[in-house]
């Protein structure tokens, strides 16, 4: 354990499923951030939090909804989501936003869109 | 944020050190150099940090030409639970960017 609990570890849903991802730290970090890592592929950053206000949306399609409700805990909820859209996602936190030396990742929800 | 150039892969054999490379010819003044890894299907570690000097904890050293263009990752004496993708970044305040990094293969 890292510090950084996401549930569920493995996922498989149909597409026109709704269900989430929870993520939670007690580290008394203040930045929380979703990844996602595609096979083959590097990691992507799609939302940051910092004190439960969300300073970073790096694109992503409203297909994902990121919630957090306090600082220790980040959720991403799914919807509609499409066969391409199958990866590991991954939750961070550091901190505060910009303290880069200190981020503790989860070890993921591996997601499979079927 | 600067981008990094790293190898895509790289072999050591267990007990030795394992040098990894990262060059950085474009970094800025506030910018500091980060090392993460990532061990197959798990979520990125933390290894080392550093702006300009040389650094070392228990995990690794890096060390920073002086012109800060380049630098290494230095596993002294690399296990096979070391087998991982390594991960350099160059970031002042902004969120990490992960680039693909190199996948370090330490063998019997």
């Known amino acids: 354990e890292t510090g950084v609990t996401q549930t569920p570890r493995h996922l498989v849903m149909g597409m026109t499923n709704k269900k989430s991802l929870k993520c939670e730290q007690h580290?008394?970090?203040?930045?929380m951030y979703w990844y996602k890592q595609s096979a083959k592929k590097p990691l992507e950053l799609m939302f940051v939090?910092?004190?439960?206000?969300?300073?970073e949306n790096n694109s992503v399609p409203s297909r994902f909804s990121p919630e957090c409700p306090n600082s220790s805990h980040l959720f991403l909820h799914l919807h509609t989501l499409q066969p391409e859209d199958s990866a590991l996602y991954l939750c961070?936190?550091?901190?505060?936003?910009?303290?880069?030396?200190?981020?503790?990742f989860g070890s993921g929800t591996r997601l499979t869109v079927v | 944020d600067a981008k990094t150039t790293q190898p895509p892969s790289m072999d050591c054999a267990e007990g030795r050190a394992a040098n990894l490379p990262c060059n950085h010819s474009t970094i800025s003044g506030n910018e500091y150099v980060y090392w993460y890894r990532q061990i197959h299907s798990q979520g990125p570690q933390y290894i080392i940090h550093g702006l300009k000097n040389n650094e070392t904890n228990e995990m690794a050293s890096l060390i920073i030409t002086e012109d800060r263009k380049s630098s290494t990752l230095i596993l002294p004496h690399a296990t096979l639970r070391d087998t991982a993708v390594y991960y350099c970044i160059v970031s002042g305040y902004s969120t990490l960017t992960f680039g693909k990094g190199t996948m370090l293969l330490v063998s019997p």
């Open positions: 580290l008394g970090h203040n930045a």
């Open positions: 939090y910092n004190f439960k206000e969300q300073t």
């Open positions: 961070a936190s550091s901190e505060g936003q910009g303290h880069n030396y200190g981020y503790t």
